[in-house]
T-cell receptor, first 114, second 111 residues
Framework: EPEVTQTPSHQVTQMGQEVILRCVPI?????FYWYRQILGQKVEFLVS????????KSEIFDDQFSVERPDGSNFTLKIRSTKLEDSAMYFC????????????FGDGTRLSIL | GENVEQHPSTLSVQEGDSAVIKCTYS??????FPWYKQELGKRPQLIID?????GEKKDQRIAVTLNKTAKHFSLHITETQPEDSAVYFC??????????FGAGTRLFVKA
């Protein structure tokens, strides 16, 4: 069964540094998402992406965050100047054609800001 | 803004008993309601979903009900087994591109 893959599995970064989290969505999916989960808390929506542009974003997704689909397979989340509170698990997800299709999650990247 | 309330936060049942988790959503435009199971350190995995044109859906030991008028939806797990122990999240999607998750229910199934 096709899967969403994320790299790296764990990223340790100094506060103030830039970080890029990478995702390869399922190949025939058209809708891509990033979520954040602080340890022990709920999954929080960050951003959705369709047709090479952001469809919707949450209040968390401020100017420090950006997303990109640099080629036909990768989908990236960049945090420009990391803060301690950015430490969390970041999940990428993708879904197929149409609205309200099941989202398939990757295994996540654990981001630790020192 | 949109919000999803989920109860209880923790649920402990004896193996073989049923478990019920309830959620309430605020956005009347919501029309898709997935449920995810998350084991410790793992990804959320979709276990069942329901769309707003359906009142109930069942898949083996798992069922979900939706009351659009009251903006309630519930997950029912029958004949629980120890491997059902996990955190369960309800979620609501407005039909656009935003999914709001509930706070999660930690289910313990005691053997």
């Amino acid at each position: 069964e096709p899967e969403v893959t994320q790299t790296p599995s764990h990223q340790v970064t100094q506060m103030g540094q830039e970080v890029i989290l990478r995702c390869v969505p399922i190949s025939n999916h058209l809708y891509f998402y990033w979520y954040r989960q602080i340890l022990g808390q709920k999954v929080e929506f960050l951003v959705s992406f369709y047709n090479n542009e952001i469809s919707e974003k949450s209040e968390i997704f401020d100017d420090q965050f950006s997303v990109e689909r640099p080629d036909g397979s990768n989908f990236t989340l960049k945090i420009r100047s990391t803060k301690l509170e950015d430490s969390a698990m970041y999940f990428c997800a993708s879904s197929g054609r149409g609205f309200n299709q099941p989202q398939h999650f990757g295994d996540g990247t654990r981001l630790s800001i020192l | 803004g949109e919000n999803v309330e989920q109860h209880p936060s923790t649920l402990s049942v004896q193996e073989g008993d049923s478990a019920v988790i309830k959620c309430t959503y605020s956005d009347s435009a919501s029309n898709y309601f997935p449920w995810y199971k998350q084991e410790l350190g793992k990804r959320p995995q979709l276990i069942i979903d329901i769309r707003s044109n359906v009142g109930e859906k069942k898949d083996q030991r798992i069922a979900v009900t939706l009351n659009k008028t009251a903006k309630h939806f519930s997950l029912h797990i029958t004949e629980t087994q120890p491997e059902d122990s996990a955190v369960y999240f309800c979620a609501s999607n407005t039909g656009g591109f935003k999914t709001i998750f509930g706070a999660g229910t930690r289910l313990f199934v005691k053997a």
